[in-house]
């Protein structure tokens, strides 16, 4: 089981009790230390840049830090303050972010962190009892907010028509940079598709190139077998088309996939969660609301400030 960052904070005072040490050797001497199988030591947050253990780790060197129980001599590293060093030998004594707060220097932290930024607080330490650093907060908050977000855009395109259907799938292409920029580099077909082909999009901006679209508005649970891509396959084949998107707001069966995978014609399926995620990635049917700037210090900044 991963540790949590409160786990982690007397590990890495201890860690440098010899002398100052470069984080990352101490992230891997945790991951040691706390037995961590090696799907645990790669396990990433959600936003897949960095492993949760390294993450905790840093974490727990920051409250730390902010406690005055170690400071940073040079960038990527940290060593004790002689107030570290007496906690980290005190092996009875418990370090967590309750322990923290007897430390002035910890307090006044909390205190500036708690300055208002318009109408929000700005939240400093978690509880004691948190399991989870800061950025893990923000990365699982970021994605409730968009699967959320996925699952009313699909349920808006399942009550849409058709045909704006057909037409939210072009206008998904275009935004993702098919046709260049000729505004006629994509059309629904509508009615006068036939075939089996709902729309077809240039690949490139003199339409040399040219993309078949089959798109399928199903209900969740509803989902689209082989049969169907055998459809578009002979749709595609009387076109002489070599490429074609299979689009559905529901899912593929599996032997869909298989069907799709054996066909000769490259067929590119997109089920309603990839959609969705597309959707919200080219801002087709939503737009920003709030834009966040999480920033982090510029170490190689301050290389020459000593």
């Not at 990352?24 to 947050?45: C, W």
């Not at 006629?184 to 036939?194: F, K």
Request: hydrophobic share 35%.
């Amino acid at each position: 089981m991963i540790p949590t960052y409160q786990d982690c904070m007397r590990p890495t005072l201890e860690a440098a009790l010899n002398g100052k040490r470069h984080i990352s050797a101490v992230v891997e001497e945790l991951a040691d230390h706390f037995q961590l199988t090696e799907d645990e030591r790669a396990q990433v947050l959600p936003s897949g840049k960095q492993t949760i253990i390294r993450n905790r780790v840093h974490w727990a060197r920051s409250y730390l830090k902010q406690a005055g129980l170690v400071r940073n001599p040079q960038r990527g590293w940290y060593e004790l303050t002689e107030t570290g060093r007496q906690v980290a030998l005190d092996r009875d004594q418990q370090v967590n972010s309750d322990f923290l707060r007897n430390f002035d220097q910890f307090n006044d932290f909390l205190q500036r962190s708690k300055g208002d930024v318009g109408d929000d607080p700005v939240p400093a330490a978690p509880a004691p009892q948190s399991q989870t650093t800061p950025d893990e907060d923000i990365l699982q908050a970021y994605k409730l907010l968009n699967d959320t977000l996925a699952a009313n855009l699909l349920e808006q395109v399942r009550d849409a028509s058709p045909a704006f259907f057909e037409d939210l799938l072009v206008d998904l292409l275009l935004q993702m940079g098919y046709g260049g920029s000729s505004e006629e580099a994509g059309r629904a077909l509508g009615r006068s598709g036939d075939n089996g082909i709902d729309g077809v999009i240039d690949q490139d901006p003199l339409g040399v190139d040219q993309i078949y679209i089959q798109a399928k508005r199903y209900a969740d649970g509803n989902t689209v077998g082989s049969g169907d891509i055998r459809d578009f396959f002979g749709a595609l084949n009387i076109r002489r088309a070599t490429k074609g998107i299979f689009f559905t707001t529901s899912a593929f069966t599996a032997s869909a996939r298989e069907t799709a995978d054996a066909l000769g014609t490259r067929i590119i399926l997109i089920d309603g969660t990839q959609l969705a995620r597309l959707m919200i990635r080219y801002n087709v049917g939503c737009r920003d609301r709030t834009v966040l700037h999480v920033k982090q210090i510029d170490e190689s900044y301050f290389d020459d400030a000593g």
